[in-house]
């Protein structure tokens, strides 16, 4: 069993404890979601990707990263320094994230950016969790969703409640079945094999040219300099999505304006 196989069982666990119906309820009167595809293609620094800056305490491949970070704290500090948007990790038992920290940045912290929650999305109560924790986007990653028609049906799912959807590639197959959705308008190519755990930037390189210009494509995993936010600004990437880089650095603030372009200004 991969990394990937044990994370979807633990998320079978999780989903069986939810109470759907009232997270249904729970949603549908939730505020309406603020515009995550707006946020980020919106280029905020002359050419460069617009930067999703998350919230990440750790990781399966890395191990723990930032165990003590003040969240919160570090929120303030990528919207100060040029962040589109901010991607909050909610798994608890593989990344030390939780569901709490998307509900707080946007009820009680009122963070001005779009939040994404970030996590491994594989029922419609886990969408409508999200919306009720006032995401305003969430990911579907095509590795996790095999089966075309649950595929379809949690994008669809997502688009009702008017959140964005993020759908996750990482190689040519997923990039065909993403592009099949209906209405499909962002899609993430993850440098990260999720079986391995592998990164390498030339997966962006390679499938970005499968995706018309229509759609608005994120770059994920392996991004850590401006060097290499210019190497996909060349291949009209629109927005990046950075955690490691950021967590681990010993001046937040500097890699923050450093990878969304700001500094350049």
């Known amino acids: 069993m991969n990394i990937l196989e044990k994370i979807i069982a633990q998320k079978k666990l999780e989903i069986a404890a939810l109470d759907a119906s009232a997270l249904r309820r729970a949603a549908e009167q939730s505020p309406a979601p603020r ?44 919207t100060q320094n040029g962040a589109a948007a901010i991607s909050v990790l909610t798994d608890e038992k593989f990344f ?15 963070s001005t950016l779009p939040l994404l929650r970030k996590d491994f ?10 919306r009720a924790n006032g995401a305003d986007a969430i990911l579907l990653i095509a590795a996790a969703l ?3 028609k649950h595929f379809a049906d949690l994008h669809a799912c997502a688009l009702s409640l008017g959140l964005t959807a993020l759908v996750e590639v990482h190689d040519e197959a997923e990039t065909e079945r993403a592009l099949k959705l209906k209405d499909v308008k962002l899609i993430g190519i993850n440098n990260r094999n999720l079986a391995t755990f592998e990164v390498s930037l030339t997966t962006t390189e390679r499938l970005r040219p499968m995706i018309s210009p229509e759609i608005a494509v994120v770059a994920e995993s392996g991004i850590f300099t401006a060097a290499d936010v210019d190497r996909l600004a060349n291949i009209n990437i629109d927005a990046i999505l950075v955690g490691e880089a950021l967590v681990t650095s010993e ?15």
Not at 251 to 265: F, H, N, T, W, Y
């Open 35 to 78: 515009d995550f595809l707006a946020a980020i293609k919106r280029r905020r620094f002359g050419l460069r990707p617009s930067l999703i800056a998350e919230l990440k305490r750790a990781s399966p491949s890395k191990g723990i990263l930032a165990p003590h970070l003040d969240l919160f704290q570090v929120a303030d500090i990528y």
């Open 96 to 110: 030390m994230g939780k569901l709490e920290t998307l509900h707080d940045l946007r009820f009680t912290h009122h």
């Open 121 to 130: 999305t594989i029922d419609e109560t886990q969408i409508y969790e999200a």
């Open 146 to 148: 095999t089966d075309d």
């Open 251 to 265: 001046d937040i603030p500097a890699k923050v304006r450093e990878l969304s372009g700001m500094e350049s200004q």
